[in-house]
């Protein structure tokens, strides 16, 4: 069982920036899984923002690519999201998520909005 905890979200204008964390602990290789964030607005389906493999492989949905960089760092089993130049439509509750597993974070809150 992994255990996933996010940190870093709240409020910001729009134009600003957040980064935000999810640490991993208990049963697992950290340094070759496929971890990914995922949000959830209001009213809309959850999706993808972005993945990275265990080598460092960054994927990222369209609407955020040039803004958004997912990292990670493989000695702390933490996984980053870099968030640049937020919009109000970044507003979210945003997930991290071992991917290929049924294991997920609680959840942190991003809100962008003047």
């Known amino acids: 069982q992994v255990q996933l905890v996010e940190s870093g979200g709240g409020l910001v204008q729009p134009g600003g920036s957040l980064r935000l964390s999810c640490a991993a602990s208990?049963?697992?290789?950290?340094?070759?899984?496929?971890m990914g964030w995922y949000r959830q607005a209001p009213g809309k389906q959850r999706e993808l923002v972005a993945s990275i493999a265990g080598g460092g492989n960054p994927n990222y949905a369209d609407s955020v690519k040039g803004r958004f960089t997912i990292s990670r760092d493989n000695s702390k089993n933490t996984v980053y999201l870099q968030m640049n130049s937020l919009k109000p439509e970044d507003t979210a509750v945003y997930h991290c998520?071992?991917?290929?597993?049924?294991?997920w974070g609680q959840g942190t809150q991003v809100t962008v909005s003047s």
């Open positions: 208990g049963t697992v290789l950290f340094s070759i899984v496929v």
């Open positions: 998520h071992l991917v290929g597993s049924n294991s």
